[in-house]
């Protein structure tokens, strides 16, 4: 079976879906929907698909899969018309910034039976499966703490800031998920300090740059958070797990692995400094991995709960810090 | 100038100072004393001291200055006497478990003009010392985050656990002292996690064996301490200091740097398994760094004063536990 | 301008080259061609090509290039035909096994003024690459010398190697490539130890399985070669480069890297096990260069000149075995 | 038994030796002797032995053994008398720079029964013992390949060059000994490659300043050896061994283990700069196999057939580079 798919928004992300899915033996990319005709004739000429109308998308009879890369805003309206087109639905993170307005959409999405996958790429990074594998294999024992360190290269635009519900929601969020990811357990409780250490302008606009939080879970294992605006050396993404028999670790990863070594020291060159370079190979497994839950007709992974999830720990973060004090979950 | 020195309590860490004392060719070692003869007699004929009293060392003319080694309940009343008795003092941390108590002794320091060393031997340690370095020579500018793991190989007896004051204050208090080393600013607020993963009867002592620590400074930089009384894998010692420019860390050490390959992959030997093998060169280097003070009569570091702020933090993150909320200090 | 390619050869190597032409956008891949029916058809519906005979590709109007991965024994043929067919020509490597022979096609090519490229996959490894521009940016100096260590993960069939003309004409000959590439000058002389250490059948067949070389160019400059056909870890290529200012060197790949600590120590995964999922990258890089030069009308490198230069340190590495002497080149 | 020990020489070795001695519970510095007053003055003072002139070491009846630290062109004679005078004797390599002379030297130690040790300090490095160790325990199989990158910060004076042999008898002869060391079996042909590329001094001189070596076993086993007297980045003593089943390898060493990471990557400090902060350890363990040795009356190793192979190796290299060929050994 191949998977026939409409792509819905044509930007940075938008291409990248495009891409992956044109790559995939097992998928089809049938047309491509867009505010700005120009991006949308862009992809369709790269890839050799269609322009249609996001209405001709969902009343098409040869589209059987979605790819939603529209604004964040408009999210949970699609989720909802394209699960009731009977479409299977890919859609970046976040749903929404409201938990309620989440909760209802996932309502729907439940009442019409629509497969929905959130974009939380990093669980799809080979790195990070590695990691969730000897997990799984035993090889560390029960999990006890996870630290988890991810900072940006730079701070973006504070526009981008305003809109994105700000540092805990659009960027801690994935550390929420992939902390959830490797605790195998949920959360119970949210620590979080933040501060503006980086770039004023981001705490004018009421948001923080500079974040440190602890989960912890009924049992008591706790997941460590570390994120930053700024990070001089490249994209830091690492995760950390330990268990009662051993440590599993995800180092960073760089364009090349190469060493100059002079009366200063050795070097070995930044990291990646982009997340689209960082995480290339997540994204193409992340489409992959909907495809064939797509044609093996099994669960989909992560869901909208899991989507709901690590919004309530990104609120209860924020919540945290205002209040000073250790929030409850659920 | 030679430093003619006095130990008290002939232990393991006893030991360890009367090496360094007798390898170090500005110091002598005069006199031992312990409750224990045997201890004693042991380390005078190591090294080629006499067994004295603790009363006949107070009185000596030919010893400047004491190294205190024996059990925690002694030490404050052993650094007022011997601040009194005009010696300087190297005292093992802490100075007692009781901020008052510590408070008070300090305050005979300050009235006699004792010169007080407080053994928080880690500053000492040349990798943290060389990460140190760089963050005074500026190359990563301004600190921002720091990050401390610190996870003992194995739980201590219970026994050890009721009289140490639980692992805030025998094991946390270390990192509290490492984080103010590093942050070069003063906390003022301590967010705490602690569970019992490792050992039940740790818990059933009252206390944990696995926490997660978040200081903050008035300016907002942070610090965050993973403590753990389990790694399978050897004495995990690692310090990642972030700042504007840059990043510094100091890796783990090992007692052999090899490493063998074949169809399950590429091992390294695991750690140090043990402080004393770990910071041996700390060790050595602490009481050349106390001589040195005396001989150049120069300030000492760490003082009483680091000692009770190391101490002030361990009990407001046992109350942030227990409160589930935000402490501030001071 | 698109460069439309016609595949000889529809093998496991022809698929990696047909994966990359189709899916470079400055390419089309037209046609395929094979002795085997089959092996052409799958290739030919994987990328939607035609299947034509060799003799159809060489006079069609419609291809401006050709990728030649046939048997060895066929190459000379196919190149001096396509040469005089006014193809641009990719050819695996080698050109032949025999001088004369490769010095003949090299002067068809030369005097038809066909473009020819010899697959040196290597030197399109970004990691390798990397290491060259630091050559070439200045930062190690003048080159002095060179290390490089090749060793696979297991032996070839013996009927391969009595075809592929021993250690030193099949698997040695990508070192001697790139030990050309580091150094940027000829070697002059070549000394080679070689011993059946891994499998006796190789012995048998009258070839070796681990060899030693060392290289020398006439200023001097060294360099030290170092091959197995047995390595039980992965797929072991690392290269590094002695400089009079310093050092640069190429680390190993795996396809994932994680770190698993516990009391054994910490244990990283194996390298690849595969030159294919080793160099992936650098085939695709491969032959994105051959587009680029064919499309700009820019030198072409590695040239047919570099394939004769890397068979006759070959040459003369299998005559330093034997003689137990020191061979000149040139 | 505590073993009584002369020291004959206090120049730079002499006073590691002096140390390591008075360091050692289980032996004691009696007497020094040095041709300069002031250099016998200074360790005497420094450890608290006596001054003595050789013939009254050689005559003392409190002295058990003696460590020659001389000039090179006394060792043998030095060996022969305290062979003769009961003594057991370490001494630092090499016995002699002429092979007779060593071969007439040994007979000399034989026909006494007298004990000696040649001072190959690098087989007492903790990190190349433990690849001994790995490969005594079976882990990598029977040995094929070993690699040895052995490169100094800095080339010596030429003076020193002139009384030294060369490179190959003052440098390689470590590695020539570390290859005998971890192959386990006699190399029975050396090739060899030398050239002056860091100082025309040198060359004047008659010596080489990079070279490069390959021995080889009767059943095949292989050893690569690269050397240079310039290394930027600190003093490069790395090993690699390949056995059947797998590889191990020591990593070279530093003086701290941080990084520091910025624009401009993850830089690591530069290596020990010299050889005697590198082989710290190496040195206090030689001398206390030597002891050991002489306390239990076991087997000293190694001994002075060990420094005459390592000798005959260099002879040989020297040989094979003027010949431009295979020289056979033995």
Redesign the interface.
């Known amino acids: 079976m191949t998977v026939r798919f409409g792509l819905l928004g044509a930007g940075r992300i938008g291409k990248v879906h495009a891409k992956a899915i044109s790559?995939d033996?097992n998928a089809t990319l049938v047309a491509v929907a867009d505010a700005f005709p120009q991006a949308a004739e862009a992809i369709a000429s790269?890839y050799g698909c269609e322009v249609r109308t996001i209405e001709a998308i969902e009343a098409a009879r040869d589209i059987d899969a979605v790819v939603i890369c529209t604004p964040t805003d408009t999210h949970a309206d699609l989720i909802e018309r394209f699960a009731r087109a009977g479409k299977a639905i890919f859609c970046e993170k976040p749903i929404d910034l409201d938990v309620a307005r989440v909760k209802a959409c996932i309502k729907v999405v439940e009442e019409t039976g629509a497969k929905l996958m959130v974009g939380f790429n990093r669980r799809f990074d080979?790195?990070f499966?590695?990691?969730r594998k000897?997990i799984d294999d035993g090889?560390?024992g029960d999990v006890?703490?996870v630290?988890i360190?991810s900072?940006d290269p730079g701070a973006p635009p504070v526009d981008y800031i305003k809109r994105s519900g700000g540092i805990f929601r659009d960027m801690t969020i994935h550390d929420f998920d992939m902390a959830r990811f490797l605790l195998g357990e949920e959360p119970v409780?949210v620590?979080a300090?933040a501060?503006?250490?980086?770039d004023k302008a981001i705490g004018e606009a009421g948001d923080y740059d500079?974040?440190?939080v602890?989960l912890?879970t009924a049992?008591?294992?706790?997941a460590?958070i570390?994120n930053?605006r700024?990070?001089?050396?490249g994209y830091d993404q690492r995760i950390e797990v330990?268990g009662?028999?051993?440590?599993?670790?995800?180092?960073n990863?760089r364009?090349?692995?190469?060493?100059?070594?002079?009366?200063?020291?050795?070097?070995?060159?930044?990291l990646h400094d982009f997340f689209m370079t960082r995480y290339t190979e997540a994204y193409a497994n992340e489409i992959a991995a909907f495809i064939a839950a797509i044609e093996k007709g099994s669960k989909i992974s992560p869901s909208g709960a899991d989507g709901l999830a690590a919004l309530a720990l990104a609120d209860a973060a924020v919540q945290s810090v205002k209040e000073?004090?250790?929030i409850k979950i659920g």
């Open positions: 790559g033996a790269a080979p790195h499966m590695a990691v000897v090889k560390i006890e703490m630290t360190t900072r409780s620590l300090t501060a503006v250490l980086v500079s974040v440190s602890i912890q049992s008591g294992k706790q460590v570390s930053s700024r990070a001089t050396y330990h009662a028999k051993g440590m599993a670790a995800a180092e990863q364009p090349v692995s190469i060493e100059v070594a002079n009366g200063d020291g050795y070097t070995r060159p930044p000073g004090k250790l």
